[in-house]
């Protein structure tokens, strides 16, 4: 009778020392951070959460964000520079990408220059509509070059909440899934919270990512609060991020 009193927790004070896999804070190449200052009020405010490590993960996406390990590696430059130049000494930022599965993703794939995570993890997404066509073949072919493949923010697409048998189909796979901090607020919607929380309840998340884009995402982050049971559920995957990617 008493669970209408239940302890919520502000998400953003049990953060510190995550690794945070997936954001885009590199200025000026995708739908992220449009600047260098924009960057770096970003990365203030994740700092203040005590989130000091970054892999910065750019949309490389066929047509609309055609960027490359050179387009990357001049914006990681770019920023690690202007950190410099402030003072801003204790940041440390890696650079990976968001691989759309489209048309030239395994064209990508074959003349690697597609951009993991760790050397082994290659982050991925869909449109939020319908799954890619050559979302099992290109998957099937991240695996056989040696990579694990990680599905960003799972809970986000439509067609899986429809279907979601389909996760346990993908988790068999070998697929591991990214969940967006974000999707534990309202920022999305109540069907993606929905979906977010049965994911984790059912242990399919494996690690967790900010997506942030800008300080409207910030805002949204402050404002989240989580149960007991949770935080229980996240604290694992915060912790599962500082061993995998510190």
Do not use: T
């Given at each position: 009778m008493f669970t209408f009193f239940a302890k919520k927790n502000f998400l953003v004070d049990h953060l510190r020392g995550f690794v945070d896999i997936h954001n885009h804070i590199l200025p000026g190449i995708d739908d992220g951070a449009k600047n260098v200052e924009d960057s770096i009020e970003i990365i203030k405010e994740l700092s203040s959460f005590g989130i000091k490590r970054f892999v910065a993960t750019p949309h490389i996406m066929h047509d609309y964000y055609p960027n490359n390990p050179g387009t990357i590696a001049g914006a990681l430059n770019t920023l690690r520079a202007a950190l410099l130049e402030r003072g801003i000494a204790d940041i440390v930022i890696e650079a990976a990408a968001e691989h759309m599965i489209d048309s030239n993703f395994e064209s990508l794939l074959e003349m690697e220059e597609t951009i993991p995570l760790k050397e082994d993890y290659l982050l991925i997404e869909m449109s939020y509509l319908q799954p890619s066509l050559n979302f099992e073949d290109s998957t099937d072919k991240i695996m056989s070059k040696g990579y694990f493949p990680i599905l960003a923010h799972p809970e986000r697409y439509v067609f899986l909440s429809k279907n979601t048998k389909r996760y346990s189909e993908y988790k068999k796979k070998g697929?591991?899934?990214?969940?967006?901090?974000?999707?534990?607020?309202?920022?999305?919607?109540?069907?993606?919270?929905?979906?977010?929380?049965?994911?984790?309840?059912?242990?399919?998340?494996?690690?967790?990512?900010?997506?942030?884009?800008?300080?409207?995402?910030?805002k949204a982050l402050k404002e989240i609060k989580i149960s007991e049971r949770i935080l229980g559920q996240i604290m694992p995957l915060v912790e599962k991020s500082i061993q995998y990617f510190h």
């Open positions: 697929i591991l899934f990214q969940m967006n901090l974000l999707s534990l607020g309202d920022f999305y919607g109540n069907e993606v919270k929905r979906n977010a929380l049965s994911l984790l309840e059912n242990g399919h998340i494996d690690f967790l990512g900010s997506d942030v884009h800008h300080l409207n995402h910030i």
